[in-house]
């Protein structure tokens, strides 16, 4: 067991690392002299102003460590397969969406529609490799239940909204210095432990996950020097939603994402009150960190809520499974 931890998690941890925090120190000079800065809106929330220019895309570089490292344990671990589909098929579509706002100057990016498509065919890939290579069937785990539930066609619309519900979850949790990948961090660490009582065989590219977002997390703590974008930040939701698929366990993401979850909701509620009371809100602002921050909180302090947030809801997610 302590030669199987150390191969299968500790080794692609630590490579990650070592790889994510060399190339995002390398970005970091490189997206300055390209001028590939984060774009503000004026109507964006004014403590935030002062961070445009800061380099962004900076996702690239974590990414690219967990492929590298990934790749090297695909014949002994082919369950990693369909989580670099994720990985990478995000990635693309964020990494297009920051060209797009980049080279535009605009904070739109890709158009909604666009977008969305885009994620329904990552996510139909991911699906159809799951059931046509893995032999993945319709049934799936309940937490804290046993046993394995047939759910038939509701399987793939539900797992349909899973992913495309984690992928913008994960988007809208990236929105200030660090928060997406410290929360993203500890799911990622949920993953490597579970994998192991599953004996799910995706260790390694979760504690890949793992490296490359704390050496990516050396330049993006606060105050950050480098900023994901929406490449770092749609392929974080691509690797927690497929790595719960492989586990059979969709609706754990419940609980170990639930900082994804709030963020999701509080933008849905904002909106609906919004246009069902002609102009009021509930929250000062959404996603529900900025309200936060807006009432007077450090970005430290919010990281470490969400975080430990986070922390509680992978301890049951553990219970759960």
């Known amino acids: 067991m302590t030669r199987e931890?150390?191969?299968?998690?500790?080794?692609?941890?630590?490579?990650?690392?070592?790889?994510?925090?060399?190339?995002?120190?390398?970005?970091?000079?490189?997206?300055?002299?390209?001028?590939?800065?984060?774009?503000?809106?004026?109507?964006?929330?004014?403590a935030h102003l002062k961070k445009a220019g800061t380099p962004t895309m900076g996702g690239v570089g974590f990414i690219t460590a967990i492929i590298l490292v990934s790749v090297f344990y695909i014949a002994k671990c082919p369950n990693i397969v369909p989580i670099l589909i994720a990985t990478v098929g995000f990635a693309v579509i964020g990494c297009i969406d920051d060209s797009k706002k980049l080279f535009k100057k605009q904070s739109e990016g890709m158009k909604p529609l666009e977008k969305t498509i885009g994620q329904i065919v990552v996510a139909a890939g991911v699906i159809a490799y799951l059931k046509l290579v893995m032999g993945y069937d319709t049934k799936i785990r309940i937490p804290f239940m046993d046993g394995e539930y047939e759910l038939g066609i509701i399987y793939y619309i539900l797992v349909f909204f899973m992913i495309l519900g984690t992928v913008n979850g994960s988007n809208l949790n990236d929105g200030i210095d660090g928060l997406a990948g410290s929360v993203t961090s500890v799911i990622a660490t949920f993953f490597v432990v579970a994998s192991f009582l599953y004996k799910a065989g995706i260790s390694p590219i979760a504690a890949?996950?793992?490296?490359?977002?704390?050496?990516?997390?050396?330049?993006?703590?606060?105050?950050?020097?480098?900023?994901?974008?929406?490449?770092?930040?749609?392929?974080?939701?691509?690797?927690?939603?497929?790595?719960?698929?492989?586990?059979?366990?969709?609706?754990i993401v419940l609980f170990i994402a639930f900082a994804y979850l709030i963020e999701t909701v509080s933008v849905m509620m904002q909106v609906s009150y919004f246009k069902l009371t002609h102009g009021k809100r509930i929250f000062k602002m959404t996603p529900i960190h900025l309200s936060f921050e807006m009432s007077g909180w450090s970005e430290t302090r919010i990281v470490m809520l969400f975080t430990i947030m986070t922390v509680i809801g992978c301890f049951i997610g553990l219970v759960a499974l």
């Open 5 to 46: 931890l150390l191969i299968e998690a500790l080794l692609p941890m630590l490579a990650a690392f070592v790889i994510s925090t060399v190339i995002t120190k390398k970005l970091i000079p490189f997206l300055l002299k390209k001028k590939i800065g984060q774009y503000e809106r004026e109507e964006e929330y004014e």
């Open 208 to 251: 890949a996950w793992l490296g490359g977002l704390l050496g990516f997390l050396l330049y993006n703590a606060h105050p950050a020097k480098i900023f994901m974008g929406d490449t770092g930040a749609l392929a974080l939701g691509g690797f927690v939603a497929s790595s719960a698929l492989v586990l059979k366990q969709p609706l």
